[in-house]
């Protein structure tokens, strides 16, 4: 597939996912899969997700013992991500990310060395439009995996190398 329709589908997912305000963070416990709303970050969405924690949260803990997780988004569509996690621990980049609302929902400042911020890089994500309720289409890439994934006659498959 060509750079510009990778471009194009990124574009697609962006547009998706920009105006919802909360997302739904899914990690995997001992006991089973937990899903907690997050702050949607107002940031392009580029295949990255970010998001504001601290390190005294269950999620954090789950993070760094099982980097598997899934995003989603319910607003005008319906989209699911599905991606790897990472604690990011960045003055730079907490500061660049921050916004008054954190220091509302987090009493605190970005500063804060309890304060990091969770990184999703996307592997796949899949969308459904509410009109329809239709799945429109799969990315998939191999940042992390170096492999192909497995395509359904459901899906199409797109290429979304950095």
């Not at 392009?44 to 760094?64: A, M, S």
């Not at 009109?131 to 290429?159: C, H, P, W």
């Amino acid at each position: 597939m060509s750079n510009m329709m990778k471009k194009e589908e990124m574009e697609t997912l962006r547009e998706l996912i920009k105006d919802v305000d909360t997302a739904m963070l899914t990690t995997v416990t001992e006991e089973g899969l937990v899903s907690r709303p997050m702050k949607t970050q107002e940031v392009e969405f580029d295949g990255d997700l970010w998001f504001f924690t601290k390190k005294e949260t269950n999620k954090y803990e789950e993070i760094l013992h099982d980097q598997d997780v899934n995003v989603a988004y319910a607003g005008k569509s319906y989209v699911s991500v599905r991606g790897r996690a990472e604690i990011v621990d960045d003055l730079d980049k907490k500061k660049e990310l921050w916004s008054k609302v954190y220091e509302k929902i987090m009493q605190t400042s970005y500063d804060d060395p309890t304060v990091i911020l969770i990184k999703v890089k996307a592997e796949a994500a899949e969308y459904w439009e509410t009109g329809n309720f239709t799945k429109k289409i799969a990315f998939l890439y191999k940042r992390m995996t170096g492999q192909s994934s497995k395509s359904t006659d459901v899906n199409e498959t797109v290429e979304l190398n950095k």
